[in-house]
């Protein structure tokens, strides 16, 4: 090779060098810029229906961002509306958030009908912001049973908080009534209601005025109580699969075999007993909800009101309010109020709240950015700030409540195994069974009435379930394969 060959090699080598190291340059810049390419998911959520639980979400998003600066959450917050009917629309149209709080009970139906992503595999793995272990096996197993749909074993949703419901009182008007021990049964309760009666005080502020997609308020709460207590020696005939809790399909067998009927004893004598308790609530429930039986009680127009945890801070805060706040479980429903009552306290405790789906549209990296969130607002971390500043209970099985006065109002409770007055079966029946049922207090629709029409829309819905989802007797109603 003669020298001017030589110089041509160098200049072409030389030249393809610059080619390819450019080249190599500007494919690391766009490897560089998507990395760095934010991803936008969109999250709606009626579980913040206060405007302290309101600012806790903007604070929790805020938390998130500064942990994962290239994920964006375009947050809107659904509180105060008819959430599962829009929600519903949006999932049947295509255009749902990519999260979406739901019930538990409605994420077993969608992940069961391909609209919600089935949750078990990212729960098998560890959890990034609770190290050490599977992230299912942080969180409490009471919850996760209440979450499994045994047909499937599939889980479309993870809760943020537990809830506990309890009574709280005012500690001035017990004193000024002469009541020094609080009641520890139902028959005792009654007892102290005749007292404040006498001195023409309201017992309890009743909201039944609804908000959302359950119409009638805290109705159902009363019948949920009543029917644990006169029922608790059914549940094991109802319980198909050893589970302890009574699944949506192991209704359908308790309908379809009798053994649920609200036109017969037990299920129909919880109605009377709840008319009888009506006589010392507030007047004017019916146009009462939750937040204005807050103030109600705050002003001291009632001595007690039947308490949600998510209310306390909202009790506590109160400007009205001018007396120290008691709090009391449930009391035991004993065979002194009913030959079948079982003596124990149903606090209406141990329910997963504020759950969270995914969007089966998720794929790739916004998939991958969904499930990070959800793991980070199932963390301890965020455990400690909704304790500080919401005063809601972790749902982690070792999570101690950092602050507020929620280890004062107790995290004891006996979790109900039928959830019959919730919208876990029908929602329509839940709303009839309160509507109804104010009709049914003020004297104008029969005990009869009241319970045919229950139980004839029950046996609708029970029948379309075994339709739609092929469960028979035979299969133990989707149990056998």
Not at 305 to 320: A, E, F, L, Q, T
Request: hydrophobic fraction near 40%; include cysteine; charged fraction near 25%.
């Amino acid at each position: 090779m003669n020298k001017r060959e030589i110089i041509g090699f160098l200049l072409i080598a030389t030249a393809a060098l610059c080619f390819l190291g450019g080249a190599a340059f500007a494919a690391g810049k766009q490897e560089g810029a998507a990395a760095q390419e934010t991803v936008v998911l969109t999250w709606a959520s009626a579980g913040f229906n206060t405007e302290p639980k309101l600012e806790f979400a903007n604070k929790l998003l805020l938390m998130y961002a500064e942990k994962n600066p290239n994920v964006k959450i375009e947050f809107d917050s659904m509180a105060g509306q008819d959430y599962q009917t829009w929600l519903q629309t949006q999932l049947v149209g295509g255009t749902a958030p990519d999260i979406y709080n739901c019930w538990t009970s409605w994420a077993k139906e969608y992940v069961k009908d391909g609209a919600a992503i089935d949750l078990v595999p990212y729960l098998e793995k560890e959890n990034k912001y609770n190290p050490g272990g599977k992230w299912i096996d942080k969180i409490s197993p009471s919850l996760i049973v209440q979450m499994l749909d045994p047909t499937n074993n599939m889980i479309g949703s993870v809760p943020m908080a537990v809830g506990v419901n309890k009574i709280m009182y005012n500690k001035k008007y017990f004193e000024e009534t002469g009541i020094k021990d609080e009641p520890e049964t139902y028959a005792e309760l009654i007892e102290v209601c005749k007292k404040f009666k006498a001195r023409n005080i309201a017992a309890f502020s009743y909201p039944l005025k609804g908000s959302g997609a359950v119409a009638g308020g805290f109705l159902h709460w009363v019948q949920r109580i009543f029917m644990d207590a006169l029922t608790d020696h059914l549940m094991d005939d109802l319980d198909l699969n050893d589970s302890y809790f009574v699944d949506v399909n192991e209704m359908v067998g308790g309908f379809d075999k009798g053994i649920i009927d609200l036109t017969k004893s037990p299920w129909k004598d919880i109605y009377p007993q709840i008319k009888d308790f009506s006589q010392y609530w507030l007047p004017g429930g019916v146009t009462m909800d939750w937040a204005a039986a807050i103030e109600r009680f705050a002003r001291g127009d009632s001595a007690m009101i039947h308490s949600g945890i998510w209310m306390v801070k909202r009790n506590h805060d109160n400007p009205y309010r001018k007396f120290d706040l008691g709090v009391l479980t449930w009391p035991a429903i004993t065979k002194e109020t009913h030959p079948l009552a079982d003596g124990k306290h149903h606090a209406l405790g141990g329910m997963p709240q504020n759950n969270n789906a995914l969007n089966p549209s998720l794929k790739g990296a916004r998939l991958d950015a969904a499930v990070d969130f959800l793991m980070y607002i199932n963390s301890e971390e965020v455990g400690e700030e909704q304790a500080k500043d919401i005063w809601m209970a972790s749902p982690l099985k070792d999570m101690i409540p950092a602050a507020g006065p929620i280890g004062e109002y107790g995290l004891d409770y006996t979790i109900s195994r039928l959830r019959l007055y919730e919208l876990d079966y029908d929602k329509e029946f839940l709303n009839m069974a309160n509507m109804n049922g104010q009709v049914y207090l003020e004297g104008t629709l029969s005990l009869e009435d009241y319970t045919q029409g229950m139980q004839d829309r029950l046996m609708q819905v029970t029948k379309n379930y075994m339709q739609e989802n092929n469960w028979t007797r035979e299969n133990d109603y989707g149990l056998k394969k």
